[in-house]
């Protein structure tokens, strides 16, 4: 492994430490209340959030600790008072369904003198998979599997499972009225947008149903019929800015993509290098956003633009991929880079990776993949074609070949991609 691409994972592996619950959360907790402490929540960091939300909590009150979270199977921690569930993500499962009735019936006659401690972290939009009325959880698996494959933003894909659901886009917090509710948020969408982190299932809701029919719309998706009856006939709407059973609702931001990228840029800078976060939140079609940052390393190599060599560029967000081959293997992170390399084609002195902070790139078991100057030649010895296997979706069979996929397993936390490209001079 070369210098660069050990600093390269370290990148990685700052970025997701300063997003752990265990240091991120305990600042954040609110004081034991007169009544009774309810933890729930949802997530890729759930179970690691319910062990900080434990080891922080008063130790005269830990015993008064109850509650349930729901997380993505693997990613458990063990815990002493709150019960912790797993199910499948990104394609919700029976076991998330029961996981979200357990978690409704366990906020059911609280009052104001009792707290919600909500743990909610990317992923819990299918971990908390509660069909409306008329839905079956085969027709929402359905609709899933063709809104991740379409190259829906996560903003769009959340739009339409808020208005589908029993517990999302602010029912969950309806729920626990009359109680207080405090939710401890780690972000993993573009802009941190409360609405939409986990589908907001204790934030109001600005979208409306009108603007789920235009997300399927929009990528030509045609769902179940009972969806189509449900999306027409709008039976009940998601919870609006100003409702009142929101005034005892806390939503706390404790980390966030920004956050993860200012401690990686620390990094860089003490390793030599001079770091620029480029955005937190970049998103749109993965090979797309290599072609962007890619144009920018080629300029700061060939002209020192807008900063001069030796770099890092950082970045963050969540890039998608439609799918158009023949099945291949990959996720955002992996594709974004398999593009990288081809548009870069060996381009001396710059070495990237790209990773998705949870640990799992889609639904593989790579947090993502590095490259360098040699990859695509490395490749061409091998009988790698990036291109063919670009435009097959199957970023994970070129990288597993060359031995360059990044095998972190679940890291326990999530703020989403990933990205480092450093360029030497």
């Given at each position: 492994m070369t210098a660069a691409s050990k600093l390269l994972r370290k990148l990685f592996d700052v970025a997701t430490d300063a997003a752990l619950p265990k240091k991120c959360l305990g600042a954040y907790l609110p004081p034991p209340p007169k009544g009774r402490t309810?933890?729930?929540?949802?997530?890729?960091?759930?179970?690691?959030?319910?062990?900080?939300?434990?080891?922080?909590?008063?130790?005269?009150?830990?015993?008064?600790?109850?509650?349930?979270?729901?997380?993505?199977?693997?990613h458990s921690v063990p815990t002493q008072y709150i019960e912790v569930l797993e199910a499948s993500h990104p394609v919700p499962d029976q076991a998330g369904r029961d996981a979200s009735e357990r978690i409704l019936k366990a906020v059911q006659g609280l009052t104001e003198d009792d707290l919600v401690l909500c743990l909610i972290s990317g992923g819990g939009s299918a971990l908390l998979s509660l069909p409306a009325d008329g839905l079956s959880m085969q027709d929402k698996q359905a609709l899933t599997s063709d809104l991740l494959r379409s190259g829906a933003t996560i903003t769009e894909m959340n739009?339409?499972?808020?208005?589908?659901?029993?517990?999302?886009?602010?029912?969950?917090?309806m729920a626990c009225h009359p109680?207080?509710?405090?939710s401890l948020i780690i972000?993993?969408?573009?802009?941190?947008?409360?609405?939409?982190?986990?589908?907001?299932v204790t934030v109001v809701d600005p979208s409306t149903y009108a603007d789920a029919r235009a997300v399927l719309e929009k990528y030509n998706i045609q769902p179940a019929a009972s969806i189509s009856k449900l999306l027409q006939t709008e039976p009940d709407e998601t919870p609006k800015p100003?409702?009142?059973?929101?005034?005892?609702?806390?939503?706390?931001?404790?980390?966030?993509?920004?956050?993860?990228?200012?401690a990686a840029a620390k990094?860089?800078?003490?390793?030599?290098?001079?770091?620029?976060?480029?955005?937190?939140?970049?998103e749109g079609e993965s090979r797309d956003a290599a072609q962007v940052l890619g144009a920018i390393a080629r300029q700061v190599a060939a002209h020192g633009q807008p900063l001069k060599a030796p770099t890092v560029l950082l970045s963050g967000g969540e890039t998608t991929v439609t799918i158009s081959g023949k099945g291949g293997r990959g996720g955002p992170n992996s594709e974004f880079l398999l593009a990288l390399a081809v548009y870069l084609d060996g381009h001396a002195g710059i070495h990237a990776i790209a990773c998705d902070t949870d640990g799992i790139d889609g639904s593989e078991d790579n947090a993502g993949a590095v490259i360098d100057p040699e990859s695509l030649k490395r490749a061409e010895t091998l009988g790698l074609d990036a291109k063919a296997y670009l435009a097959n979706n199957d970023a994970y069979s070129f990288f597993k070949g060359l031995d360059d996929l990044v095998m972190s397993g679940p890291t326990l936390t999530n703020v989403n991609d990933f990205r480092a490209i450093i360029i030497d001079d």
């Open positions: 309810i933890v729930i929540g949802a997530g890729k960091a759930a179970a690691a959030m319910a062990a900080a939300v434990e080891d922080n909590w008063p130790s005269d009150s830990k015993d008064k600790l109850e509650g349930l979270v729901v997380t993505r199977y693997g739009c339409v499972r808020k208005h589908l659901s029993k517990i999302k886009g602010g029912r969950l917090a109680a207080n509710v405090v972000s993993d969408v573009p802009g941190d947008d409360l609405s939409s982190i986990a589908s907001g100003g409702d009142e059973r929101f005034g005892n609702v806390q939503n706390i931001l404790i980390s966030t993509p920004q956050m993860a990228l200012q990094v860089a800078l003490e390793a030599g290098y001079t770091p620029m976060i480029l955005s937190d939140r970049i």
